[in-house]
């Protein structure tokens, strides 16, 4: 499994943000449509009915967001060491993205669970035009989902690197 600007590519299964386990939160690029996984958001809407395919509320990687982690990782450390003993580190939840699903029915708003702390600037506009390019008919989405689905399948070693991961992303939205 991999990530690839905004999708989770796990064998031949697309998604978009991390892969979801249990109830958590996800989105499933699938042959028939967009799939919403996790507590009170199951539901198929069919590639067909599908107009748009937006995200929202993306971390992306910037001077600011890292001294905030600067800040955070310092803040953290502290507060640990002034912790009795036993008393371990409280886990955030992972970030969530906003996945918008425009349909014949109206808009539908899905959650998705972020693969990263942030994202660069260039892998989320990559990852926005492809997720319009699975939009724009058919064939498109078929071709373009079946070479993401096959490039997870024989993928091996996880994560490429960023430039290698944005010349996947332009070659899928061609």
Do not use: C, N
Not at 74 to 99: F, K, S
């Amino acid at each position: 499994m991999a990530m690839v600007g905004l999708f989770w590519i796990a064998q031949g299964d697309v998604y978009v943000g991390a892969k979801p386990s249990g109830l958590a939160p996800g989105v499933r690029l699938t042959p028939e449509g967009v799939l919403g996984l996790g507590e009170g958001q199951s539901g198929l809407r069919l590639w067909e009915d599908v107009s748009a395919l937006t995200v929202a509320d993306v971390p992306v990687k910037s001077l600011l967001r890292r001294a905030g982690a600067v800040k955070d990782l310092a803040v953290g450390t502290v507060l640990m060491l002034a912790q009795p003993m036993g008393a371990g580190p409280a886990e955030e939840a992972p970030a969530v993205m906003t996945v918008r699903v425009e349909s014949s029915d109206g808009v539908h708003e899905l959650a998705a669970h972020v693969a990263t702390a942030s994202y660069s600037r260039a892998e989320v506009a990559l990852s926005r035009t492809l997720l319009a390019r699975l939009t724009e008919g058919a064939a498109t989405m078929s071709t373009t989902l079946a070479a993401m689905a096959e490039w997870g399948r024989t993928r091996e070693g996880g994560t490429p690197r960023g430039p290698q991961r944005e010349r996947l992303l332009r070659e899928w939205a061609a």
